[in-house]
């Protein structure tokens, strides 16, 4: 830590670091959480009969703690390092820079704290209480000033294409939250939305798609934008393709959010809308993931040596396989089967573990040892690491695919009589257990690699001067 | 070839990253402009050529389904009973208890009943259930003939009349 990098005077880097380490942090909690999920879905005493630590109370800590927490930590260390060395010049503040990091970390302990106390708003991915709410608009405020800030006294006239991913991330994230969490405070831990039925669905599913695609995809996508050619050293496949891609993914991802709600109370015509926009975010995914794979041409041959780029093509494979299934899902007939299913979560894990994970293992085995100015300790720790998560994500997302499909056609299975062939619901419970058991070793997998990250990371970070980048 | 990997010279404003202008790659168009068509086509054909919808959907489903049987007459016969048996315990135990005494569910086997202890009566009330009240609705899963057995079994364990 004490080691003083060639650019710290210009840079911040400094924010850097402590992003990066509550990266790491929050992931293994996130991800502990997590692998008690899957502990107590394959095997019911784990919930340990309190509330608390009821699967109902951990799952979205689980949720909160991985996308907010871990991901977003993630996001914020990548786009202080790379918006930094894209603009040449420090953070607009380092006041802002330090309110937004410890803000964030008080707004992830108060979640950690109230959320197994079962306070809650009920809204997937917005369940923090109103005062939590009020806090991530001011810390995202704090975030917004500093970013344009560092924007407005830029060295440099031409805003690379990754700025503009985390531009869209910035101003719809503020747009969402402040939308889909308006209501009446009542007490200070509860408080009544002010939609009311099919709109608070509506309102609600417009800010989890959308909290999908501004959290889990464009800004990730930025950060591929910076950290990729960085690593291959190959120039971007092409720029034309960037712009295109970019303008078409923010225009059609605002309309997609009825696809959660396909067979629901609303209306048909909002129904075809979700589903034809998903299908139309087809190609403008496809664009980031062509765009990602074919500038690592000429560089393929790296691919067997270096952990980073293993990483990078994993996580980009794993996009294109995510954006892919999203609109098969959304088409009508297809989310019939699917919806309710475990098939959900396999989707959710194919993208969350496999593009946005292995997207940020990429950027920290990067980014790491540039801002604590040491070699990295070991690559064939990284190396392990690339196969730990790897192979835990197939046998995860293959257990799950399994398990939802069998469980969806379980439930529409009828006899010759006309009646449900398997009328309890505790029948396709039995028939999932062993995918269940499964998931949960892929699952442990995964959280080992993080785990030999941290200790790598560690190392690398607390290794004396000799292992210097440069002197 | 004049188009492929040529830079854009921009290097120097972004921290070294390279750009070529490459086009867009055909099938990647033609990809974008085939979901665009099918969407718009699949919207128009929906509402306003097939006239389909998700209420048309259930109604045309419904018909298709295959009839439930006629109720059969409910026979108190030792075979009913003994398959009741089987049924009670792989449905019924967790909220009757294993010996019918009750639990969250009410006690069968005493002479109070809510909804009544004829034969008939409590195979009517397995049949519609008390939904608000915990108890399934049962006639959709088990069909008429298990339920018929189900309620011989209750019948016969003590409190029937
Ligand atoms: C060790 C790694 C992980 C394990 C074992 C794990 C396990 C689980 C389990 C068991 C559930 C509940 C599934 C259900 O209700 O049936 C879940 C839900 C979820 N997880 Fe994870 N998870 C892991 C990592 C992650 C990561 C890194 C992310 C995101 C970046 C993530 C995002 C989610 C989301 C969004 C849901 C809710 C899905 C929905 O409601 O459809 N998980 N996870
Ligand atoms: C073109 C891109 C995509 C489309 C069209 C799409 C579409 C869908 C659909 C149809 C569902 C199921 C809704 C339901 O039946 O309830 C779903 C769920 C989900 N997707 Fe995607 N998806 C896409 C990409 C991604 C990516 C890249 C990620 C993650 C990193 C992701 C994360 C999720 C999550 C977290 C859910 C679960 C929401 C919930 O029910 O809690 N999706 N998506």
């Given at each position: 830590?004490?080691?003083?990098?060639?650019?710290a005077?210009?840079?911040?880097?400094?924010?850097?670091?402590?992003?990066?380490?509550?990266?790491?942090?929050?992931?293994?909690?996130?991800?502990?959480?997590?692998?008690?999920?899957?502990?107590?879905?394959?095997?019911?005493?784990?919930?340990?009969?309190?509330p608390?630590?009821?699967?109902?109370?951990?799952?979205?800590?689980?949720?909160?703690?991985?996308?907010?927490?871990?991901?977003?930590?993630?996001?914020?260390?990548?786009?202080?390092?790379?918006?930094?060395?894209?603009?040449?010049?420090?953070?607009w503040?380092?006041?802002?820079?330090?309110?937004?990091?410890?803000?964030?970390?008080?707004?992830?302990?108060?979640?950690?704290v109230?959320?197994?106390?079962?306070m809650?708003?009920?809204k997937?991915?917005?369940?923090?209480?109103?005062?939590?709410?009020?806090?991530?608009?001011?810390?995202?405020?704090?975030f917004?000033a500093?970013?344009?800030?560092?924007?407005?006294?830029?060295?440099v006239?031409?805003?690379?294409?990754?700025l503009?991913?985390?531009?869209?991330?910035?101003?719809?994230?503020?747009?969402?939250?402040?939308?889909?969490?308006?209501?009446?405070?009542?007490?200070?831990?509860?408080?009544?939305?002010?939609?009311s039925?099919?709109?608070?669905?509506?309102?609600?599913?417009?800010?989890?798609?959308?909290?999908?695609?501004?959290?889990?995809?464009?800004?990730?996508?930025?950060?591929?934008?910076?950290?990729?050619?960085?690593?291959?050293?190959?120039?971007?496949?092409?720029?034309?393709l960037?712009?295109?891609?970019?303008?078409?993914?923010v225009?059609?991802?605002?309309?997609?959010?009825?696809?959660?709600?396909?067979?629901?109370?609303?209306?048909?015509?909002?129904?075809?809308?979700?589903m034809?926009?998903?299908?139309?975010?087809?190609?403008?995914?496809?664009?980031?993931?062509?765009?990602?794979?074919?500038?690592?041409r000429?560089?393929?041959?790296?691919?067997?040596?270096?952990?980073?780029?293993?990483?990078w093509?994993?996580?980009?494979?794993?996009?294109?396989?995510?954006?892919?299934?999203?609109?098969?899902?959304?088409?009508?007939?297809?989310n019939?089967?699917?919806?309710?299913?475990?098939?959900?979560?396999?989707?959710?894990?194919?993208?969350?573990?496999?593009?946005?994970?292995?997207?940020?293992?990429?950027?920290?085995?990067?980014m790491?040892p540039?801002?604590?100015?040491?070699?990295?300790?070991?690559?064939?720790?990284?190396?392990?690491?690339?196969?730990?998560?790897?192979?835990?994500?197939?046998?995860?997302?293959?257990?799950?695919?399994?398990?939802?499909?069998?469980?969806?056609?379980?439930?529409?299975?009828?006899?010759?009589?006309?009646?449900?062939?398997?009328?309890n619901?505790?029948?396709?419970?039995?028939?999932?257990?062993p995918?269940?058991?499964?998931?949960?070793?892929?699952?442990?997998?995964?959280?080992?690699?993080?785990?030999?990250?941290?200790?790598?990371l560690?190392?690398?970070?607390t290794?004396?001067?000799?292992?210097?980048?440069?002197? | 070839?004049?188009?492929?990997?040529?830079?854009?010279?921009?290097?120097?404003?972004a921290?070294?990253?390279?750009?070529?202008d490459?086009p867009?790659?055909?099938?990647?168009?033609?990809?974008?402009?085939g979901?665009?068509?099918?969407?718009?086509?699949?919207?128009?054909?929906?509402?306003?050529?097939?006239?389909?919808?998700?209420?048309?959907?259930?109604?045309?489903?419904?018909?298709?389904?295959?009839?439930?049987?006629?109720?059969?007459?409910?026979?108190?016969?030792?075979?009913?009973?003994?398959?009741?048996?089987?049924?009670?315990?792989?449905?019924?135990?967790?909220?009757?208890?294993?010996?019918?005494?009750?639990?969250?569910?009410?006690?069968?086997?005493?002479a109070?009943?809510?909804?009544?202890?004829?034969?008939?009566?409590?195979?009517?009330?397995?049949?519609?259930?008390?939904?608000?009240?915990?108890?399934?609705?049962?006639?959709?899963?088990?069909?008429?003939?298990?339920?018929g057995?189900?309620?011989?079994?209750?019948?016969?364990?003590?409190?029937?009349?």
């Open positions: 830590m004490e080691a003083a990098p060639l650019s005077p210009r840079y911040d880097d400094a924010s850097v670091r402590r992003f990066i380490t509550a990266t790491v942090l929050w992931g293994i909690v996130g991800m502990l959480v997590g692998a008690i999920l899957a502990l107590q879905l394959a095997w019911a005493p784990a919930n340990l009969g309190l608390w630590t009821s699967f109902g109370r951990l799952r979205p800590l689980h949720t909160n703690a991985v996308i907010f927490a871990f991901t977003g930590n993630a996001l914020f260390a990548g786009i202080y390092y790379s918006m930094q060395r894209l603009l040449k010049t420090r953070m503040s380092d006041t802002l820079s330090s309110v937004h990091f410890w803000g964030w970390q008080a707004i992830i302990v108060l979640a950690a109230t959320l197994p106390l079962g809650t708003q009920g997937e991915y917005a369940e923090l209480i109103w005062p939590i709410d009020l806090l991530i608009a001011v810390v995202w405020l704090v917004a500093n970013f344009f800030g560092t924007i407005a006294i830029r060295k006239k031409h805003l690379y294409v990754a503009w991913f985390y531009m869209s991330m910035v101003i719809t994230i503020t747009v969402l939250h402040v939308v889909n969490n308006l209501a009446l405070p009542a007490t200070l831990t509860r408080s009544y939305p002010v939609y039925g099919m709109t608070d669905a509506l309102v609600q599913w417009w800010y989890g798609h959308n909290a999908v695609g501004f959290l889990l995809t464009t800004p990730i996508l930025g950060l591929m934008y910076y950290f990729l050619p960085r690593a291959a050293q190959r120039p971007v496949f092409s720029y034309r960037s712009i295109i891609h970019f303008w078409a993914l225009f059609l991802y605002i309309w997609a959010g009825p696809h959660h709600l396909l067979y629901s109370a609303l209306p048909d015509w909002a129904q075809t809308v979700g034809v926009f998903s299908l139309m975010l087809l190609a403008p995914s496809w664009g980031g993931m062509l765009n990602g794979l074919l500038t690592l000429g560089a393929w041959d790296r691919l067997r040596t270096d952990p980073i780029l293993k990483f093509v994993a996580a980009i494979t794993f996009y294109g396989m995510s954006t892919f299934e999203g609109p098969m899902m959304s088409i009508r007939a297809v019939a089967l699917s919806h309710f299913t475990d098939w959900t979560i396999a989707h959710v894990h194919a993208g969350a573990l496999g593009w946005v994970g292995e997207s940020v293992f990429a950027m920290l085995y990067y790491a540039q801002v604590w100015n040491r070699k990295l300790h070991s690559v064939s720790l990284a190396t392990t690491h690339f196969w730990l998560a790897t192979v835990g994500i197939v046998l995860y997302v293959v257990a799950m695919w399994t398990a939802g499909v069998t469980q969806g056609l379980m439930w529409r299975a009828f006899d010759e009589a006309g009646l449900l062939q398997y009328p619901f505790v029948d396709t419970v039995r028939t999932l257990n995918f269940y058991w499964i998931r949960l070793l892929g699952g442990l997998m995964y959280l080992g690699g993080i785990i030999v990250m941290a200790w790598n560690y190392k690398t970070a290794s004396d001067s000799s292992n210097a980048l440069e002197a | 070839m004049s188009e492929r990997d040529k830079v854009l010279g921009h290097a120097d404003e921290d070294g990253i390279e750009e070529y490459n867009l790659p055909t099938w990647w168009l033609g990809l974008f402009a979901t665009v068509a099918f969407g718009i086509g699949y919207a128009v054909d929906y509402h306003f050529v097939s006239k389909r919808s998700q209420a048309g959907e259930y109604a045309a489903e419904l018909a298709a389904a295959p009839k439930a049987p006629e109720a059969t007459a409910v026979a108190a016969t030792p075979d009913a009973i003994a398959a009741g048996k089987e049924i009670y315990t792989a449905n019924c135990v967790a909220c009757h208890g294993p010996d019918l005494h009750g639990g969250v569910g009410p006690d069968l086997t005493d109070t009943w809510i909804h009544g202890g004829k034969l008939d009566e409590i195979a009517h009330i397995i049949t519609v259930g008390v939904p608000e009240k915990g108890m399934l609705t049962w006639g959709p899963i088990l069909g008429p003939q298990k339920v057995q189900v309620a011989a079994y209750v019948h016969s364990a003590g409190g029937g009349q």
